[in-house]
C-alpha cells in the first residue's frame, strides 16, 4: 500500500513562506492538500500556486510580538484553527564579527531565534486548546553546527534554534510535536548573490557529496515529513536535510594515498 501525506482540512502557517525556501514549503503543503498561510514583511512579486491552490498571504513583522498574536489570532478567527507551522523566515548577510554593530547582531538574532520562539508561543497557546493538539516545525541550518565565518551571529542564532526545540518539546508535550529540519545550501532564486554565476553555484553544489544543491521543495518535503502523521511519534528531534555535509578538507589535503617516487 502506497504511504501518502494528506494534511486536507488542516490549517498551516509558513513564515517567509513567499519567495525562497519558503515558498518551496508552501507548495508542498499546498500539494499535500492543506490550507495554507504564508506570512513576510512583503507580499511576493506573484502568489504562491501549487497543484491548482494558492496560497494565502498575510503581512507580518515576526519580531513584533503584537504583530504575530494578530497573525495567529486572524487565522484562528478565519479558518477556526492553526494545526501546523513552519517558522522558515530568517537569512543573515555577510558581514565580519569584530567590524558589525551591536544592532546589527541584535537584529540577526531576534530574526532568527527570537522570532521563532514569539510565533511558536502563539501557535501553541492555541494548539494546547485543540483535541488534535498540533505541530512546529523550525527551518534550521548548518551554520548553526559547523563554523559560519562572516555570519557568526546567524550560526549562534541557529544552534540556539535547535536547543529551543529540544526543550519546547518536553515543554509543550502531548498536545504539540517539535522538531528542526537543518539546512545545508539550497538552489534559490538568490543563489547568485551568495555564489555568483551559475559556474559559481555549480562549482558550490560539486563540493556536496550528492554533488548539487538543494531544491526549495526538497527542504519542503522533510517539513512535511516532520508535520504529518508520519511523524506522530517524533518530537524534540533533528532532521539534517544537506546533501551529505562537506568533504572534509584534510582528505584533499593528505597525502598518504599519492604515489611515491619510485612508483611514478
Known sequence: ????????????????????????????????????????????????????????????????????????????????????????????????????????????????????????????????????????VMVSSVSGHRPSPGSAAYGAAKAGIDSLVSSLAIEWAPKVRINSVIVGMVHTESSHLHYGDQAGIDAVGATVPLGRLATPEEIGRCALFLASPLASYVTGGTLLAHGGGERPAFLDAATVNEPTAAQR
Open 1 to 136: 500500500m502506497a504511504i501518502e501525506v494528506d494534511l486536507s482540512g488542516s490549517v498551516v502557517l509558513v513564515t517567509g513562506g513567499v519567495r525562497g525556501v519558503g515558498a518551496g514549503i508552501s507548495r508542498v503543503f499546498l500539494d499535500a492538500g492543506a490550507t495554507v498561510v504564508t506570512c513576510a514583511r512583503r507580499p511576493a512579486d506573484a502568489p504562491v500556486e501549487s497543484s491548482g491552490r494558492t496560497a494565502e498571504y498575510l503581512p507580518c513583522d515576526v519580531r513584533d510580538g503584537d504583530a504575530v498574536t494578530a497573525l495567529v489570532d486572524a487565522i484562528v478567527a478565519r479558518y477556526g484553527r492553526l494545526d501546523h507551522v513552519v517558522n522558515n523566515a530568517g537569512g543573515a548577510p555577510f558581514a565580519p564579527a569584530a567590524t558589525a554593530s551591536k544592532n546589527f547582531h541584535s537584529k540577526i538574532v531576534d530574526l532568527n531565534l527570537l522570532a521563532p520562539l514569539l510565533v511558536s508561543q502563539a501557535a501553541n497557546a492555541v494548539m494546547q486548546k485543540q483535541a488534535e493538539g498540533g505541530s512546529i
